[in-house]
């Protein structure tokens, strides 16, 4: 159980992640080449009531490394939700990776079975075994975020693909 944890935790945040990097990289070349701000997409949002780009990103990070560390039963960092700018959202995703990178294998022994108690509201909390937690709480959530970040930049305009959302190599 110990290398699928492992796997679907760290290996699932990895990927996704640098995806989430190469999709702002992306960005930002469609800001220059339309001659227009690249802060105008960070601000961007599907819908009045949602966050923004920056809010996504924001919380796909915290999803990652807030799950990893629980997993390894270890308390996460906590992060400022500061940032303004692409460089600051990169440097925020290369620090999720660093968390995410210094969990190693032998830390998740006995991930699944740990007990994870976890915010779900402004009051509430909820317990749950450790694989309950990554499969039905942190992994959606991550996706979530990161889906809909890549949903922002799509529909304004940045020319993206299936292979980028899934950091599969271009042909």
Known sequence: M???MHAASAGTFTRMLNSLSAV??????HAKAKNFDV???LNSRLAPDMFSL???????TVFAKNA????????PPNYEDNEKTLPELRARIARTLDIVGS????????ADTRQITF????TA????????????????NFYFHVTTAYAILRHNGVQLGKRDFMAIPQP
């Open 54 to 60: 920056i809010g996504q990103i924001q919380l796909a």
């Open 39 to 41: 802060d105008i997409l």
């Open 24 to 29: 702002l990289d992306k960005a930002e070349a």
């Open 68 to 75: 990893i560390c629980r997993l390894a039963g270890q308390e």
């Open 125 to 140: 909390t909820l317990t749950t075994s450790g694989v309950e937690y990554l499969l039905h709480f942190a992994v959606p």
């Open 2 to 4: 110990t290398e699928f």
């Open 119 to 122: 915010r779900v509201g402004p």
């Open 103 to 110: 969990i190693g294998f032998d830390a998740l022994s006995a």
